[in-house]
């Protein structure tokens, strides 16, 4: 941008809340998906709704990108400048405004760290259940824009469930104020939820307020390990057709143990082909019984171990090595496509036999880890982008895997968002009268497309495989 | 337009700057919020090692050319590594920068006043024992001749960055020669332990006294210590700073001051150097000469605290009694804690020192600003980090705060004084904090 066209948006902001050498402009230009990369523009850092609607009536006027980006930690290349244009930051709207006891709600700025925002209300007896596995570093504001999932989800639910209300920049500059702190409301079309997992792509979101629940009372994990993944992903079922639903149900391939140890230094067998990490929390009672039954299911399904986690210390190691599967997998190899299929949890044992049968079909390597309980699996490809060749593989892979998934019932992406990346892909899903309807509201809504060009839309659908598979 | 320069320092980072190392990066982001130096920005990604890594893949690529900025972003990096542990793909971070700076070095002739400072640190009292004692008789001189305060009223440091004055008071007074050599190496009959000491050249001159109360611990504990005469300095300063070849110029020498079965273990009381002497292994792997010998000399290299944790200091510590001497706390040595990966045995020795209540410091993994060189470098971000340091200093009230490297040591030291805090508290390396506890009671009994 020339610097005459930054001027008045140095005029909001001020030059200490504005990023334009060249070392900025290239430290903005990534998020954590591989493969994306282009320089915005501006870098912005407003610190009120306001100074964010202004900045919006500008962007208006001459018809430039606006991308909003928490810590860049998005996995679909949603908050990668790819049409260049202002990135806004929320690094000074980063306050929690209010706990709301009466209420059980928190209000908080875009800006807060997830773990932040859970760590201050559990302080207070209270529980705000969506724990994405970037929750150390990324922003409640990024988690609503992308209706981030997490470890918990299986029996909480995701951010979706926990948002009330919301104040909005629209793309014309106007600020909306979105539902309340309540418990009921049905007045007109339910358009906070259209903005949460919006993507950035219809306002700019600059306050949120998040339901709380009651801190559960006690929580303990279990953790079976397995020769096959399949006895582990029948272990899934079983658990569930045996009327538990755990707050977490967590798998990890063979693959994916080897890396996380590598790391880590925990004692995970490197020999189990297969883990599953099993939370519950509630009352003591409940909690027994649940972690025991899941136990027995584990041995009855063939588990070679199964076990109650010995101390927190060692629970919380557990949940940590899960978290950080995705980021200990790509020291394998230079570049770590992540995948996000979902499918309904009863066909998990398929999906997985059907991952394996893919990889070994393009002779690619895949390690699978994923929320088992609740269907999302994240099956990894561990390639080198350098590599036109297994590049071309790799694609071939993930589409099959695309095309398994919806064919079992299931979604292209369970909760990391569709970006850049995956809307090739999102026709596949929604099918045409969707991605008209999406393409409709998107129109009237954003008519200038100047809110998160390029991302959830695709230029051209890709074309969908014919696969007979098995 | 690329200018001659630009030019030159792209193909210096692609000579230099491992592209394998650089693809590690996945950029999830894990390493943010450890950074001491994106935290102290308010989360600026240009100052973060996902910002940094970015940026010099960008500079291999051509991506960005080299510019002001560019610099700047790497120039800041403490290089304390906290990034490293947090990192789940495992980049080795503390190489890249490493060989950032040689790339840089090898292109940009520095300016000329960082130039001089350079070329005399490095090349002469750093690499030099003889000249570094030369320089601490000067300091001596300077403290003991009532200079020092002269100088301090007449504003001759005013000259100066007013950090450097800063550092300038918390100068250890330096113990006169000969009760400095006095204690060196009796060898005791009875030991089983034998133990070589790296005495390092800021510790064996401006915190000789230290020194000389670690040979008195490990001997009170039984090991026989060594002091091979033809070691130098470890080499860290000058491997962070883009000259790795004249670290490894030291570090050589030191592979064969100490190149001898007699020992059992090689102790360091200085975080930074610790780490340093650790890599050996890793800077000399291609050295045909050095490799097996170099490879040796790190697996016996140890740092006092865990050597004092395997010699029972803990027991010998939890039968002494005292009174009541308040909180003490800890702040890590970033090379001692990131590197090394030692940080429960410091902890676990202060836990058991008696009449102390030992309570950990906020953010105590985080660095205090120090740095090597740094806070000479930047004074300006070493300042705004140690200030957040210090409000969890002052949140705390420790009467004192324990550390384990003398570049912490003076900034936690500039830092109490700088909130006047001196009176209530008191930065100390770990081996006098402990010298001290044993010596109170045997004094008592």
């Known amino acids: 941008m020339e610097l005459e066209a930054t001027k008045p948006f140095l005029s909001i902001v001020g030059e200490a809340n504005t990023k334009h050498s060249q070392a900025q402009l290239l430290a903005y230009s990534y998020d954590a998906t591989a493969n994306f990369q282009a320089k915005p523009d501006l870098v912005l850092s407003p610190s009120s709704t306001e100074e964010i609607a202004d900045i919006v009536k500008l962007c208006e006027k001459s018809q430039i990108p606006i991308i909003s980006r928490g810590s860049g930690t998005n996995l679909a290349a949603g908050t990668v400048p790819t049409q260049g244009g202002v990135v806004i930051l929320f690094n000074n709207m980063k306050k929690i405004l209010e706990l709301d006891e009466e209420n059980l709600t928190v209000t908080v700025q875009p800006g807060v760290i997830t773990q932040d925002l859970c760590l201050f209300v559990e302080k207070h007896g209270l529980f705000y259940p969506p724990d994405p596995s970037s929750m150390k570093i990324s922003t409640i504001g990024g988690n609503v824009s992308e209706n981030s999932g997490g470890l918990r989800g299986l029996k909480y639910g995701v951010t979706k469930d926990y948002v009330k209300a919301m104040t909005v920049v629209m793309p014309n500059g106007e600020i909306m104020k979105l539902g309340g702190k309540l418990a009921k409301d049905v007045a007109g079309y339910d358009l906070l939820s259209l903005m949460v997992g919006a993507e950035g792509t219809l306002g700019i979101i600059t306050e949120i307020t998040l339901k709380l629940i009651p801190l559960p009372a006690i929580k303990k994990t279990g953790i079976a390990y397995f020769n096959s993944l399949e006895d582990a992903a029948k272990t899934v079922s079983a658990i569930i057709a045996n009327k538990i639903i755990p707050v977490t149900l967590e798998f990890m391939d063979k693959g994916t143990i080897h890396a996380v140890e590598d790391f880590m230094s925990i004692g995970l067998p490197r020999d189990a082909e297969a883990m599953l990490l099993m939370e519950q929390d509630g009352t003591e009672e409940q909690v027994a019984r649940d972690i025991q039954t899941m136990i027995g299911i584990a041995e009855q399904q063939g588990a070679t171990s199964a076990i109650l986690a010995t101390s927190e210390k060692q629970a919380e190691e557990l949940k940590t090595g899960r978290r950080v599967a995705l980021s200990a997998l790509s020291r394998k190899r230079p570049t770590t496509i992540l995948e996000d299929a979902t499918v309904p949890r009863s066909q998990i044992a398929t999906m997985v036999k059907a991952i394996q049968e893919i990889a070994a079909k393009y002779n690619v390597q895949i390690n699978t880890f994923g929320h088992a309980g609740d269907g999302n699996l994240h099956p990894t490809c561990l390639t080198d982008a350098r590599d036109k060749e297994e590049m071309e593989r790799v694609e071939h892979a993930l589409d099959e895997i695309f095309h398994t998934a919806i064919e079992l019932g299931g979604t292209i992406t369970g909760e990391h968002g569709v970006g850049e990346m995956k809307s090739p892909y999102l026709e596949w899903k929604l099918g045409t009268a969707g991605i008209d309807l999406m393409k409709h509201i998107k129109q009237a809504v954003d008519p200038l497309n100047i809110m998160n060009p390029g991302k959830v839309f695709a230029k051209e659908t890709k074309k969908r495989l014919v696969v007979h598979s098995g | ?445």
């Open chain 2, 1 to 445: 337009m690329v200018s001659a320069i630009q030019q030159k320092m792209k193909d210096s980072f692609v000579e230099n700057v491992n592209e394998e190392y650089l693809t590690d990066c996945m950029r999830c982001g894990f390493c943010l919020s450890a950074c001491p130096t994106y935290l102290a920005t308010n989360n600026d990604e240009t100052h973060s090692p996902r910002g940094r890594i970015a940026l010099m893949k960008a500079m291999r690529d051509g991506d960005v050319v080299w510019d002001g900025s560019v610099e700047d972003s790497f120039d800041m990096c403490l290089g304390c590594r906290a990034c490293e542990p947090a990192c789940p793909a495992g980049v080795q971070y503390g190489a890249l920068i490493e060989e950032t700076r040689i790339a840089i070095q090898q292109v940009k002739p520095k300016k000329f006043v960082e130039k001089t400072a350079r070329k005399a640190a490095f090349d002469g009292i750093f690499a030099d024992q003889k000249k570094m004692a030369g320089t601490v008789k000067l300091i001596q001189f300077y403290q003991k001749s009532g200079l020092q305060k002269a100088t301090r009223k007449i504003g001759f440091l005013d000259l100066f960055p007013p950090f450097m004055k800063e550092m300038e008071g918390v100068l250890p007074a330096v113990e006169k020669k000969k009760k400095r050599e006095k204690k060196r190496g009796n060898p005791s009959k009875t030991a089983t332990t034998k133990v070589a000491f790296f005495t390092g050249c800021l510790m064996d001159t401006l915190f000789q006294e230290t020194n000389r109360k670690t040979i008195e611990m490990l001997e009170w504990l039984g090991a026989e210590v060594t002091i091979p005469k033809e070691q130098q300095c470890c080499g860290a300063l000058h491997g962070h700073s883009g000259e790795l070849d004249k670290g490894v110029r030291n570090a050589k020498a030191n592979i064969d001051a100490f190149d001898s079965d007699d020992y059992d273990y090689i102790v360091n009381n200085a975080g930074g150097c610790g780490a340093f002497l650790s890599e050996y292994e890793k800077h000399l792997q291609a050295d045909s000469e050095y490799a097996e010998k170099a490879a040796r000399f790190s697996r016996k290299m140890t740092d006092i605290s865990s050597l004092f944790v395997k010699l029972g200091l803990n027991a010998r510590l939890k039968e002494l009694e005292s009174e009541e001497a308040g909180i003490v706390t800890y702040q890590d040595s970033c090379h001692l804690r990131n590197v090394n990966k030692v940080f429960l045995e410091p902890r676990s020795l202060l836990e058991d020192a008696p009449g102390f209540e030992y309570k950990e410091l906020i953010d105590a993994e985080s660095c205090c600003g120090s740095a090597g060189i740094y806070n000479l470098l930047q004074p300006e971000m070493a300042r705004r980090i140690l200030d957040s340091k210090m409000k969890g200093v002052k949140e705390l009230q420790p009467a004192k705060v324990v550390t384990s490297n003398p570049g912490c040591l003076m900034q936690m030291q500039v830092g109490i004084q700088r909130e006047g805090l001196e009176k209530e508290m008191q930065a100390v390396h770990i081996v006098d904090f402990l010298h001290e506890a044993i010596h109170k009671k045997q004094k008592q009994g």
